[in-house]
């Protein structure tokens, strides 16, 4: 008996590296499972306003650097007259305008479109950052010793330490010493020195909260501390902890937000608009050229993309065939006759589809009946059958055409060499079998492509085959196992339907 170990272990394999490739391919490119999949997209403008003063202008603006719960999709510039470059340095991006001479009043914008991303793990620093020095004049430098000292007091952690110092900054009625320590600085600076001097790393962030359709809209300053291996924030008017699903932080650090040399009265303004952008493109656009994108079809020139699209799909309609004449016991005419209608069908569209063939074959048909009458060999009547299948369906498609049916031009798209051998068997099989065989097995035909068009035309369908078109390694592993089965068909239990009327 032979071992069928490699048949299975053959199929396993099939399995696993089309469902692991589809995947991993999910995974990497955040390509979607379903057609039609959204994601929010954010775009966000800033626009930098400042008076020139006639001599060289440089203008600097802190850029966000892989913001917690965003992703940036793209960015641009648009300020005519000046260069514009990104300069990156110890972590921060900084976005450069420059110009050899400008005056009066100037307007810079930088553009950005960012995605949505809750499930964005958190990004883990490798090495603890230094603790900023801190330099306080007297008296303030004894106010927050005291302050520093009874919040340690009623704190056991970097994070209570953190939301204690809020707590005594934020109060109504500050003490005398905390009093002090505002008078000098502002609640944010002041609580970002305290924690530094408790040996805590921490920096001042910048946020913009997210609303749609908003203008100028103000940042919002947050505290971050660095505690085991990342960066916590917290709301330094509350001491909420933890970042809102809308709070984009633009700047997490750093010296100033914006900096402008060679002119005055410079000012920063955010405007934002949500926008909804299909997942796939999304995905085309932001992981392009990167990891398994380049065994996609996307880079392809369009026209080819599609015939792939089209192509992709014959593994389905082949799987249909397979399962109704196997399993289902279904006659057809021809064994993958009903792959190459569906594909026509999907050209066209199914009513038109099914007159168009079957008009063509029955004209066909008689004009077979005709042929078997001039003795013609096999290869001259399959020849003469090919040329009058064009000249048949010319004329369908003119008189679609003239009776309104513009799809009807597209019928131009079935297999015509196999519709002549098709004709021609069935005419063969009208002679030895009787119109009945001709009729089942046409019949068949049609119905298996009729399961497969459906099947095939299913969003669904296209979407998964195009873009992941590993999976049809799996239907390649299903097309197999059917091949082995050997049991009774289908349509075969009807001949033991007597002998259970029988038993009862």
């Known amino acids: 008996m032979i071992s069928r170990a490699p048949f299975y272990t053959i199929i396993a394999l099939l399995i696993l590296v089309g469902l ?7 995974l990497q490119l955040g390509i979607p499972w379903l057609p039609g999949e959204q994601k929010q997209v954010w775009l966000i403008e800033a626009r930098v306003d400042f008076n020139a003063s006639g001599t060289a202008v440089l203008a600097s603006l802190d850029l966000p650097d892989n913001p917690p719960g965003f992703t940036l999709l793209n960015e641009q510039a648009a300020s005519p007259g000046y260069g514009f470059s990104i300069i990156e340095n110890d972590g921060q991006r900084r976005g450069e305008w420059s110009k050899n001479t400008a005056t009066g009043a100037q307007t810079l914008y930088y553009k950005a479109q960012f995605i949505t991303d809750p499930d964005k793990p958190i990004s883990r620093v490798e090495r603890r950052p230094r603790v900023k020095e801190v330099f306080w004049d007297e008296p303030e430098a004894t106010a927050a010793t005291y302050v520093l000292e009874l919040a340690q007091s009623k704190s056991s952690t970097p994070e209570s330490l953190t939301r204690e110092l809020i707590r005594l ?26 924690l530094n001097q408790a040996g805590i790393p921490a920096r001042i962030a910048i946020g913009l909260y997210l609303e749609d359709a908003r203008r100028r809209q103000a940042t919002t300053p947050m505290i971050e501390i660095f505690v085991d291996d990342r960066w916590l924030v917290f709301n330094p008017e509350t001491g909420e902890q933890g970042l809102p699903e809308n709070l984009l932080l633009w700047q997490r650090g750093g010296d100033s937000l914006l900096d402008v040399m060679g002119g005055s009265r410079s000012r920063v303004s955010f405007s934002m608009i949500e926008q909804t952008l299909p997942s796939l493109e999304l995905a085309q656009t932001q992981f392009a050229g990167q990891g398994f994108a380049w065994l996609g079809v996307h880079t392809l020139p369009i026209e ?3 015939m792939f699209k089209l192509l992709f799909l014959l593994p389905l309609g082949a799987m249909v065939v397979v399962f109704m004449r196997i399993i289902i016991g279904l006659k057809t005419s021809g064994t993958f006759m009903p792959i190459l209608i569906a594909l026509a069908f999907l050209q066209t569209s199914l009513g038109l589809g099914l007159i168009s063939f079957v008009s063509i074959v029955a004209m066909g048909l008689v004009i077979r009946t005709y042929l078997s009458r ?13 040329i009058l299948v064009v000249f048949l369906v010319s004329f369908l498609s003119l008189v679609g055409y003239q009776l309104g ?3 009807g031009m597209t019928i131009t798209f079935f297999p015509m060499i196999i519709i002549a051998w098709t004709i021609e068997r069935m005419s063969i099989l009208w002679e030895e079998e009787g119109p009945r065989e001709v009729l089942t097995q046409g019949g068949g035909s049609l119905l298996v492509a009729v399961l497969a068009y459906l099947l095939m035309q299913l969003p669904i369908s296209g979407h ?41």
Request: net charge positive; no cysteine; charged share 15%.
């Open 169 to 194: 900054i934020q109060n109504p009625e500050p003490g005398q010493n905390t009093a002090l320590l505002l008078s000098a600085s502002s609640r944010v600076a002041a609580l970002e020195k305290l």
């Open 464 to 504: 998964l085959t195009f873009n992941f078109p590993e999976l049809n390694l799996v239907i390649l592993a299903l097309i197999m196992l059917m091949g082995q089965y050997t049991g009774y068909k289908f349509s075969e239990l009807r001949r033991f339907r007597a002998l259970l009327e029988n038993q009862k």
């Open 304 to 306: 080819e993309q599609s």
């Open 374 to 386: 001039l003795n013609l060999l096999l290869v001259s009547r399959i020849a003469t059958l090919v």
């Open 20 to 26: 692991g490739s589809a995947l991993t391919r999910h």
């Open 405 to 407: 049916f513009s799809t």
